[in-house]
């Protein structure tokens, strides 16, 4: 092009940039100032509380989230129907150990999620405990047949940033690694840096190959104690566990949506997006009812300004990431089958915590694009935007090749709370969960307003 | 210099980065994984509580932070006299708003820092509210005098930075503009962001043309319930303000510091700090306890590991932060008076929060230097280091030229907390206090192998 045409367009881009500042100033305040995310998860967390798939909870909050949507202002909201596991655990879940001279103490403990359950009157063993998989198969078949595999591995303190990835790997595979060598039951140590008492499920998985065992976690205080009883005690301790889940046909549920609809490319789509669903130990205010209100005060404080997007912002709240992610795979089916165009996509499952970096997953020129935002960013404590994919719920949708990103907050309390009791409105800082939201409608704003290129 | 040594130079600083790495990998490790922070933090905060200056409390934790150090491994470990101010506030603080037909309902309020008291049975006086000094200057004398004023500037929410500096001047000074027109009293809401009962404290200044009078703080709670009242009721409202605390003359109290002698230069010295005294209605967790077992934890994890820093690494627990900063300028006039030379000095006061950033206050060259490094720090959350000047403990040892710093954490939460009977243990994360003094030890390490250059 010519010169005068690049100094044209620099000039406009500069012009521009000024304007992005102060609506991003604008959005900010909005949301900082009038922000409504607190008082929908209170909807979400004390009037309604858990919200596992298929569970009335999980219900109340698809009408209860649409509801938030029409309020604030999307110019559609709809539903978007999904079949989902339904797994329910009983009332009464049980573990005592039993040592020395038939002494007894009861350990906290609970169900990971989709486990079997014991006999109805439960059932007893004697514990082997390890500390990961390696020392399982060190013990081997005859060691470990009939007994109830301990797995003591700590979450590592000395990992930062990926501990998590680390621990989770008993959870998920404990119970089919102990169960191949003929174990009864599996208990993991819960995954988080706290020392607390309360169980943390999560999802576990069984392997058609292997004689499905029950799955429980028992919090790490228990497991302290556990441990040290084990190496302790004269006689082999024995735990005696009980637990009566059951499992229901899937259910109808709902992807939940608003939009803004874009005024100049209207088929253009950015999608932000939190899940719906929760595991039913606690409330999900971290995990993730902060996403989804997050997600729906993007679209509030935008529709309050009078902001009007280019392309069209999507809110997303995705039914069943925790045990399936039935939602996120039908809300990529729809679009591919609708030949619908993603641009641009965005979740926050990792806390209602203040953000520290929005990953960026797109091509090298888009990141780089996107990349030159920062400045504008991080007055809001958005302080990086390194190379890095999406979260669960997005996962799916890249195969229809739009740009995607991962809201990642400042997250060393997380686990604390994550897939417990603990996980309730009162540990969430509204301010912390505002200036979230506040990251994602910047970031979704500037998309709509720029594209993310090619 | 010939091209064969720049080579050699640039492949020895090639494996000096290697191996930088690996002592932050093993000092982060050694802190994450056996820091005794939380526990020096239990014992400043449990086993002896608030730490005014000249009161029991400081007294104790010079001793006990001497203690910590000792046994930390300093290789010296040496209190540095000082005179600080001792005011204490009475028992029985009382605030009573009396409205229409005489009806009473309490309020939350303290006295701020350094303030006089009211007369011993109370004084009581009808209230005028304002938002700030220009509409209290806009009422004039006429309608301040004899009254109280009560200044309800709330802590701007939309401002995600520097909140705390644009609120605090009306308690820093609202007592000698209300008292220039005739006021009788002041009452300032808190500085918080939260909407609690807490009321929180912190000094207070007069000036000596004016005649000081009594100053307190409020809750916001009670704010925005005085707010309301005063706007819906047909009469006046007043309140009843009682405090008697005392200022005695001053006492002689200490900086604890302990040394790790550098190997190499052990004239040259690196400071890490943090306050040793707090405010009386908390236990001083965060503020700034936290900023002093960082400080220990740099020097144990330094010494568990056997490291030899080459420049002198100096923990120093400064007294008298709050109100009257008479450590730190006692601090720097021992440096100046033994002509010592500091090269580094960085403090952490703004909470056991996760780092964020590191300011950089140094000449041009040496924050490019120190930036270079930002890689190395990063995993441990520094991400950032923009220029930036240091904390007030910091602040006078500047005359004497050395580069200096701030840490500064992710700080949404602290001023929920802040000066209040909130800043307690319980609300202090283990890790995150970790994390910050990880990121102490880091750059402490860094500056003492390599200097930080002119």
Same mark, same amino acid.
């Given at each position: 092009?010519?010169?005068?045409?690049?100094?044209?367009?620099a000039?406009?881009?500069?012009?521009a940039h000024?304007?992005?500042t102060?609506?991003?100033q604008n959005?900010?305040?909005? /949301? %900082?100032?009038?922000?409504?995310a607190?008082?929908? %998860?209170?909807?979400?967390?004390?009037?309604?509380g858990?919200?596992?798939?298929?569970?009335k909870?999980?219900?109340?909050?698809?009408?209860?989230?649409?509801?938030? %949507?029409?309020?604030?202002?999307?110019?559609t909201?709809?539903?978007?129907?999904?079949?989902?596991?339904?797994?329910?655990? =009983?009332?009464?879940?049980?573990?005592v150990?039993?040592?020395?001279?038939?002494?007894?103490q009861?350990?906290?403990?609970c $169900?990971?999620?989709?486990s079997?359950?014991?006999p109805?009157?439960?059932?007893?063993?004697?514990?082997?405990?390890?500390r990961d998989? +390696?020392?399982?198969?060190?013990?081997?078949?005859?060691?470990?047949? =009939?007994?109830?595999?301990?797995?003591n591995?700590?979450?590592?303190?000395?990992?930062v940033?990926?501990?998590?990835?680390?621990?989770?790997?008993?959870?998920s @595979?404990?119970p089919?690694?102990?169960?191949?060598?003929?174990?009864?039951?599996?208990?993991?140590?819960?995954?988080?840096?706290?020392?607390?008492?309360?169980?943390?499920?999560?999802?576990?998985r069984?392997?058609?190959?292997?004689?499905?065992?029950?799955a429980?976690?028992?919090?790490?205080?228990?497991?302290? !104690?556990?441990?040290?009883?084990?190496?302790?005690?004269?006689?082999?301790?024995?735990l005696?566990?009980?637990?009566?889940?059951? @499992?229901y046909p899937?259910?109808l549920?709902?992807?939940v /949506?608003?939009?803004?609809? =874009?005024?100049?490319y209207? +088929?253009?789509?950015?999608?932000?997006?939190?899940?719906?669903?929760?595991?039913?130990?606690?409330?999900g205010?971290?995990?993730?009812? @902060?996403?989804?209100?997050?997600?729906?005060?993007?679209?509030?404080?935008?529709?309050?300004? =009078?902001?009007?997007?280019?392309?069209?912002?999507?809110?997303v709240?995705?039914?069943?990431?925790?045990?399936?992610?039935?939602?996120?795979?039908?809300?990529?089916?729809?679009?591919?089958?609708?030949?619908?165009?993603h641009?641009y996509?965005?979740?926050?499952?990792?806390?209602?915590f203040?953000?520290?970096?929005?990953?960026l997953?797109?091509?090298?020129?888009?990141?780089?694009?996107?990349?030159?935002?920062?400045?504008?960013?991080?007055?809001? !404590?958005? $302080?990086?935007?390194? +190379?890095?994919?999406p979260?669960?719920?997005?996962?799916?949708?890249?195969?229809?090749?739009?740009?995607?990103?991962?809201?990642i907050?400042?997250?060393?309390?997380?686990?604390?709370?994550?897939?417990?009791a603990?996980?309730?409105?009162?540990?969430?800082?509204?301010?912390e969960?505002?200036?979230g939201?506040?990251a994602?409608?910047? /970031?979704? !704003?500037?998309?709509?307003? !720029?594209?993310?290129? +090619?």
């Open positions: 092009m010519g010169l005068a045409m690049a100094v044209l367009m000039a406009s881009g500069l012009q000024v304007n992005d102060l609506i991003l959005l900010g305040s909005e /949301i %900082l100032k009038n922000s409504q607190y008082a929908n %998860l209170r909807v979400l967390t004390k009037d309604i858990s919200r596992l798939s298929g569970g909870g999980a219900a109340m909050a698809v009408a209860a989230t649409a509801a938030m %949507l029409r309020k604030a202002g999307a110019d909201v709809y539903t978007q129907p999904v079949m989902v596991p339904h797994w329910e655990r =009983g009332p009464n879940e049980e573990g150990a039993v040592f020395d001279d038939n002494q007894r009861r350990i906290r403990v $169900l990971l999620g989709m079997v359950g014991t109805v009157n439960g059932l007893k063993g004697e514990v082997v405990m390890v998989f +390696d020392e399982l198969q060190a013990l081997g078949k005859e060691k470990v047949t =009939g007994k109830i595999v301990f797995i591995y700590p979450m590592r303190p000395e990992l940033q990926n501990g998590y990835g680390d621990a989770v790997r008993f959870r @595979s404990g089919v690694e102990a169960g191949r060598l003929g174990a009864v039951a599996v208990v993991v140590r819960s995954v988080t840096h706290a020392l607390d008492t309360f169980p943390h499920t999560g999802t576990t069984y392997d058609k190959e292997v004689t499905p065992i029950p429980f976690a028992c919090s790490t205080v228990d497991a302290e !104690w556990l441990s040290e009883k084990i190496k302790t005690q004269r006689q082999p301790v024995s005696y566990l009980k637990a009566q889940p059951r @499992s899937d259910v549920s709902y992807n /949506i608003g939009e803004i609809r =874009g005024s100049v209207p +088929d253009e789509i950015i999608t932000v997006g939190g899940h719906l669903d929760s595991w039913d130990l606690g409330e205010a971290h995990d993730d009812g @902060s996403g989804c209100v997050q997600s729906i005060e993007v679209i509030r404080a935008m529709k309050a300004l =009078g902001l009007k997007p280019k392309r069209t912002i999507r809110a709240m995705f039914m069943n990431e925790e045990n399936g992610l039935k939602g996120a795979l039908a809300y990529a089916d729809s679009a591919e089958s609708r030949k619908e165009k641009v996509a965005i979740e926050s499952d990792l806390g209602a203040s953000p520290v970096y929005i990953t997953g797109g091509t090298p020129t888009q990141n780089e694009r996107v990349r030159n935002w920062l400045p504008m960013l991080r007055p809001y !404590w958005v $302080l990086l935007m390194p +190379d890095g994919g979260g669960a719920d997005i996962g799916p949708l890249r195969r229809l090749g739009p740009m995607v990103s991962n809201m907050p400042y997250s060393q309390r997380y686990f604390d709370y994550h897939h417990a603990s996980d309730k409105l009162e540990v969430v800082n509204n301010r969960l505002e200036l939201a506040t994602l409608a910047a /970031i979704c !704003w500037l998309t709509s307003e !720029w594209g993310v290129g +090619d």
